[in-house]
Nanobody, 127 residues
């Protein structure tokens, strides 16, 4: 069964950090690029970061660049999103998604190329 499962969300104070994990099962994640997306209440889903299968290419939205970092451990079929200096506007449900349809980073922050999606993990930044 193909599955992506996110974890690591929670409540954190502004300026704090969280690390999200995305674990894949049922398919070899090393051959897939992985993106992180988020959706806040009343807002459209936003693509925030991407990492290629090898980990050699990445892409970040302006809203998170310099604060968030993706990494991956293909031996563990896992991708991570390290989130530092969190802000209240980062509050959202965070989703990971996987795709083999991308060549390079163009389009990597759009939803359409992605084949598999996780169920999401809630991140709340508040004091």
């Amino acid at each position: 069964q193909v599955q992506l499962v996110e974890s690591g969300g929670g409540l954190v104070q502004p300026g704090g950090s969280l690390r999200l994990s995305c674990v894949a099962s049922g398919f070899p994640l090393e051959y897939y690029g992985v993106g992180w997306f988020r959706q806040a209440p009343g807002k459209e889903r936003e693509g925030i970061s991407y990492i290629s299968g090898s980990g050699s290419n990445s892409n970040y939205a302006a809203s998170v660049k310099g604060r968030f970092t993706m990494s991956r451990d293909n031996a563990e079929n896992t991708v991570y999103l390290q989130m530092n200096n969190l802000r209240p506007e980062d509050t959202a449900v965070y989703y990971c998604a996987a795709t083999r349809r991308l060549h390079g980073i163009n389009g990597s922050l759009r939803s359409s190329p992605y084949e598999y999606w996780g169920q999401g993990t809630q991140v709340t930044v508040a004091s």
